[in-house]
């Protein structure tokens, strides 16, 4: 189960991905740093450290991306 | 490293606490914390390894001496006295008790509750009569917090523990009571040591659940539900938007609260009413054991607002 009932889904890990992907597309890069995915999340009112380590845990464990301090990369 | 720090500082937090009460209580004449002190002071260097017993309560007519460690023949006297003639009274006092030879081998300690060792130029070993180095045997607050950092990650942790159950800091108040109510709840609630494990799914349906098959208290729950929420409605979304309520802790949370409360439902015989003033009675319990002046309406709101979540009372999907 992706989503949990009682979350809010605009914090939730699908939603931080989204987010965290749209980035990419927006950017048209291939690796982001954390901090500025931490500083575009903070827009959407994503400040909660876990919702951001989720978000980056399903990304991760879907293949999309993977890192290599500091940096996220995009590898599909 | 940082685990480390953060319970050495909750150690040095907790000691100093417990120093400045035990000072205070001295300047007053009040000396029951003292009592209590020898007792927590006994368990605390168990918990570093030794086997102290006290001295007064196993009735062995130690004069000037608190705690007794036979196995690792240790002595210690607890005081809130830092004086010379304090630590010359104890010494010989205790080394020239009449009725046990053996404490001649003993290593005696001093501990000091609530003053500051001095630095002692008095020869407490009386030319070299009595083992004692004040340097070494003469322990206060600060040295005590040196010797717990001395030992492993595992044992610091487990001391720190100790601390939180024994010595209860006054809290600042930086919430509204209903909201500090509820954080506290979610904190409890979300705490790993209350994760029940659970393979499966509760049925969720709160129309079925509170209209049919607690039909009986419907309306009870309804009016006093409709009361509440003028009252509470704001707090528990601001709350959870505060405590940053994920995915995993959501589960944890709904996992948890179904275990107890089908508990307490079970116990009460199926009267749903009855339970969920068990469980009320329960949380502010909880709450109150970490010092929590709980809001008894925000819990009694939060868990109408679960059991309609479907997190209260729920039964598993098989």
Do not use: W
């Amino acid at each position: 189960m992706l989503l949990s009932k009682d979350e809010n889904i605009k914090t939730s890990s699908v939603y931080v991905a989204s987010i965290i992907l749209k980035m990419f597309r927006k950017t048209r890069l291939k690796k982001l740093t954390i901090f500025e995915v931490a500083e575009e999340l903070k827009k959407y009112d994503i400040v909660h450290y876990r919702q951001v380590i989720f978000g980056l845990s399903f990304l991760y464990s879907t293949g999309v991306v993977d890192f290599k301090e500091p940096y996220i990369y995009i590898i599909k | 490293m940082d685990v480390r720090q953060k319970h050495i500082n909750n150690i040095q937090k907790r000691l100093a606490y417990l120093k400045s009460r035990v000072e205070i209580a001295g300047s007053l004449n009040l000396t029951d914390i003292h009592i209590y002190a020898e007792d927590f002071y006994q368990t605390l260097f168990n918990h570093l390894g030794n086997s102290y017993k006290n001295g007064n309560a196993e009735n062995q007519n130690c004069p000037y001496i608190d705690l007794i460690d036979e196995t690792n023949k240790h002595a210690m006297q607890v005081t809130s006295r830092d004086d010379n003639k304090k630590i010359t009274e104890t010494i010989i006092g205790f080394f020239e008790n009449s009725e046990h030879p053996e404490y001649k081998d003993y290593s005696l300690k001093v501990l000091l509750i609530s003053k500051r060792a001095k630095d002692y130029s008095t020869d407490f070993t009386f030319h070299g009569k009595y083992k004692f180095n004040h340097k070494k045997d003469v322990i206060d607050i600060e040295r005590l917090i040196a010797i717990i950092k001395d030992n492993g990650r595992e044992k610091i942790i487990e001391i720190s523990k100790f601390l939180d159950n024994e010595i209860y800091l006054p809290r600042p108040k930086t919430e509204s009571n209903e909201v500090e109510t509820i954080m506290s709840l979610l904190e409890y609630l979300s705490d790993d040591k209350n994760y029940k494990e659970f393979d499966g799914n509760y049925n969720c349906d709160p129309e079925q659940k509170i209209n049919s098959r607690f039909k009986d208290y419907a309306n009870d729950f309804n009016e006093e539900f409709t009361d509440l929420f003028t009252i509470y409605c704001n707090t528990i979304p601001e709350v959870k938007k505060a405590f940053g309520l994920d995915g995993v802790r959501a589960k944890k949370i709904s996992y948890f609260l179904n275990y107890i409360s089908n508990r307490y439902l079970k116990e009460a015989n199926g009267n749903a009413f009855d339970a969920l003033d068990k469980l009320t009675d329960y949380f502010e319990a909880k709450l109150s054991s970490n010092g929590i002046h709980a809001d008894i309406g925000a819990i009694r709101y939060y868990l109408m607002d679960e059991l309609i979540g479907c997190n209260i009372f729920s039964i598993k999907v098989e």
